[in-house]
């Protein structure tokens, strides 16, 4: 038990760590050349926001949220998602008076209680973006267009976007009127949870993770298909808008999303490689969001983008991250005077920039150079008796041998100009 992750969590060791460290450049690299900038909002928030948020209805508060009380008796929650608190946030710190749209980012963990499987965990970790302050619907195709040239950034390919429009409220009253017609019959085969959601949010019973509701509502009538002009237009705009980005999609009436919060765009990006847990991002545009949660009647989209399940796709398709976390060089000191000087000389080397790294263990020199070849150093630095005596070192360079002898104060700047980072 002590030594033991709890359930659903993960540790990152080096050699992961790199890959993670890999995508967050890219993440960083990508909200730049996008406009976005980063936000960092508290790891937990009071209970009420995700209610409020994510929707009571939804599996994510109703079974799935880790919630507990303070010291204080406050009701706090774990985050499950990022969307609700980046609309806090944004309400909080009135960043709608500022020039808009505003383009956030955020990388971080979420929490949510879930059975854990391959792909599904307990604490995971999301690449997120919002875009508030606009309607446009080049804004929908750039939110996806921005998940998509992630992807390919990271060299994935054979992803598939899903694609449909929820509609606004009066939409969903029409479709709610509906589907309690459809379902009506069905009620007592429903589950605990769905029955409980067949009066206030019948929406939600599409989404159920249990099969038999599944079953039940095959057939049932789609949102799509109760859309409102207004809704359509939106819908047809953004369409064209992706196909000006050359973004293929699948149309998917039956797509939802697990959260209460979206209007109009609804979007999924889907793996099918990687197993049941197959939607690696998803996101939309959530127009009544900020002001559900006490702002303004400011409309917003976004997605966000599991990165463990990114990290399996890239497994699976084989992809090889270009991570250069090799050794520049590597001392080999034989004796207490050589490796005092190689001390020296080291610390000189990674003031300057050069990735340097000695024994430690007192090994001999075939020992030594056995643990440069270990870390992948490019150069060794060799300090013998003879060498130490006249204030110089054999610098070898290990990929093809070759090997000179020159004056410890001169190395840095050799070495600098040879790994170009002069
Ligand atoms: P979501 O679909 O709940 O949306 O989560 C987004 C992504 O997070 C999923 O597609 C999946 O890759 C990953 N994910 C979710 N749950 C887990 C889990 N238990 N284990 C591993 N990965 C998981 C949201 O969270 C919305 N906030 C997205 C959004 C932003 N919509 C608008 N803006």
Redesign the pocket.
Known sequence: MLTTAPR?TNDFLPGDVEKWQYIERIVREICEHYGYQEIRTPIFEHTELFLRGVGDTTD?VEKEMYTFVDRGERSLTLR?????STVRSFIEHKLYANPQPTKLYYLGP?F?Y?RPQA????Q???F???LFGTNHPSSDAEVIGLAMDFYKRLGLTGLEVRLNSVGCPSCRQEHKVKLQQYLEEKLASLCKNCQGRFERNPLRILDCKSSTCQELTVGAPTITTCLCPSCIDHFAAVKKYLDILNITYKLDETLV???D??TNTAF??VYQGIGA?S????????NGLVEQVGGQAIP???????????LMTLEHQGVKLPLANKLDTFIVALGSAADGLGFKLMQELRTSGIKADKDYLEKNFKGQLKQADRKGAQYCIIIGEDELARNAAIVKHMASGSQEEIKVDEITKYLLSQLNKG
Not at 80 to 84: C, D, H, L, N, S
Not at 119 to 122: D, H, L, S
Not at 300 to 310: M, T
Request: proline share 2%.
């Open positions: 659903g994510i499950p998602e990022g969307t609700a979420m949510r879930d792909g599904r965990y307990r995971f970790h999301q997120g973006i919002e999303r697990g959260l919060y979206y999924e990006i847990q939607a690696i991002g998803g996101g939309g545009r959530y917003g989209i976004g997605f966000g983008l599991g990165l463990e399940r990114l």
